[in-house]
């Protein structure tokens, strides 16, 4: 599915681009495709710049449709009580310089701030028992980016270690 996505970000982008200049050529007075066209870009921009923090449009940026961006989902179960194992992960966010921008009685949602490799990246946590075990999904979704860098995985593998750590006396 990865594939899929980066192809048909490559066709919107790059065909869109070629497509446009093409039909600019003609009208080559005012360029009103090009305007157009970046325009629909940048308002995509904009929405998810404006969005990310809002933990309602998690089905946005988690869509498997979204060309935008990139994201990677990881899963651990855990001995420990629910209501302990979600404090823990609220530590581990605020330590890994993750702000948590929303929170219910099964959900963290935190946000990173913007680098020169990412336009940040959301973090989305669900709690749930099962069983006599907690389970733990992780999500981190990088955004406006159709490659996270290493970014997701890193900040799944820094989250994890930092869990595996706590659980350490």
Same mark, same amino acid.
């Given at each position: 599915m990865r594939t899929i996505k980066n192809i048909l970000a490559i066709l919107f982008i790059g065909g869109g681009s070629i497509l446009i200049a093409k039909l600019d050529h003609e009208n080559s007075v005012y360029y009103p495709y090009t305007v157009t066209y $970046? !325009?629909? $870009? #940048?308002?995509? *921009?904009? *929405?998810?710049?404006?969005? =990310?923090? !809002? +933990? =309602? #449009?998690? !089905? +946005?940026? @988690?869509? /498997?449709?979204?060309?935008?961006? &990139?994201?990677? @989902? +990881? &899963?651990?179960?855990?001995? $420990?009580? *629910? &209501? /302990?194992?979600?404090?823990? $992960?609220k530590e581990i966010l605020v330590q890994n310089k993750a702000t948590i921008r929303y929170e219910s009685e099964d959900k963290i949602f935190a946000t990173t701030k913007m680098t020169f490799k990412s336009w940040g990246e959301n973090i989305y946590v669900d709690i749930w028992k099962n069983g006599n075990t907690t389970k733990v999904k992780f999500i981190s979704v990088c955004l406006f980016q159709m490659y996270s860098w290493g970014k997701n995985e890193a900040n799944l593998k820094r989250l994890i270690s930092s869990y595996e750590a706590s659980l350490t006396v």
């Open positions: $970046l !325009n629909v $870009l #940048f308002a995509i *921009f904009a *929405f998810n710049i404006i969005a =990310r923090k !809002n +933990y =309602r #449009f998690k !089905n +946005y940026f @988690t869509s /498997v449709f979204n060309i935008f961006s &990139e994201k990677i @989902t +990881y &899963e651990i179960e855990s001995e $420990l009580p *629910f &209501e /302990v194992l979600k404090e823990n $992960l």
